[in-house]
T-cell receptor
Framework: DGGITQSPKYLFRKEGQNVTLSCEQN?????MYWYRQDPGQGLRLIYY???????QKGDIAEGYSVSREKKESFPLTVTSAQKNPTAFYLC??????????FGSGTRLTVV | SQQGEEDPQALSIQEGENATMNCSYK?????LQWYRQNSGRGLVHLIL?????REKHSGRLRVTLDTSKKSSSLLITASRAADTASYFC???????????FGAGTRLTVKP
């Protein structure tokens, strides 16, 4: 079945460490997105990519990096420069219809 | 920056009652979407309404859009306990292809 897969489901990061969150889709969608959600809050856009080898910063890109080398994959790296990385991270993709398909999320905790 | 803002922040009703949630936004849009999120999960796309549409139905869901007031409402009729979730509206500004989400309405349907 088509969908978006995020891994891992839970991730623990030590202070000063970089970690990478995986997002893979088999929906043949051109656009992919990363959002951050804090407890009881809405979603804030980190980065998005409309096409392979191109991506744009969202509202809270500082301390994060992405790549889009393949249409199916849009990994997010949380760098040591992100001072408050504990959050729920959601990846999404969209095709021509416009509605977003979301993954099931990765919960990142700093230990 | 968040584009959509939902109201109320929380809503508690009895099973069988109708639930109405509102969304206001600030800039011109191409479309407005409503999503549902169960606790700790990804978002699920419910309905998309384009800027030239005024009302849309999907099962027990009814969405209205008033572009002159920059507002939308989501009505869930004959609510069920399984409708308990957070509901988010999302908009894409006419000059952007990325969606911005509000903080959501937390709906509790009591059996």
């Amino acid at each position: 079945d088509g969908g978006i897969t995020q891994s891992p489901k839970y991730l623990f990061r030590k202070e000063g460490q970089n970690v990478t969150l995986s997002c893979e889709q088999n929906l043949n969608h051109d656009a992919m997105y990363w959002y951050r959600q804090d407890p009881g809050q809405g979603l804030r856009l980190i980065y998005y990519s409309q096409i392979v080898n191109d991506f744009q910063k969202g509202d809270i890109a500082e301390g994060y990096s992405v790549s889009r080398e393949k249409k199916e994959s849009f990994p997010l790296t949380v760098t040591s420069a992100q001072k408050n990385p504990t959050a729920f991270y959601l990846c999404a993709s969209s095709g021509t219809y416009g509605g977003y398909t979301f993954g099931s999320g990765t919960r990142l905790t700093v230990v | 920056s968040q584009q959509g803002e939902e109201d109320p922040q929380a809503l508690s009703i009895q099973e069988g009652e109708n639930a109405t949630m509102n969304c206001s936004y600030k800039t011109s849009i191409n479309n407005l979407q409503w999503y549902r999120q169960n606790s700790g999960r990804g978002l699920v796309h419910l309905i998309l309404i384009r800027s030239n549409e005024r009302e849309k139905h999907s099962g027990r869901l009814r969405v209205t859009l008033d572009t002159s007031k920059k507002s939308s409402s989501l009505l869930i009729t004959a609510s069920r306990a399984a409708d308990t979730a957070s509901y988010f509206c999302a908009t894409d500004a006419s000059n952007n292809n990325d969606m911005r989400f509000g903080a959501g309405t937390r709906l509790t349907v009591k059996p």
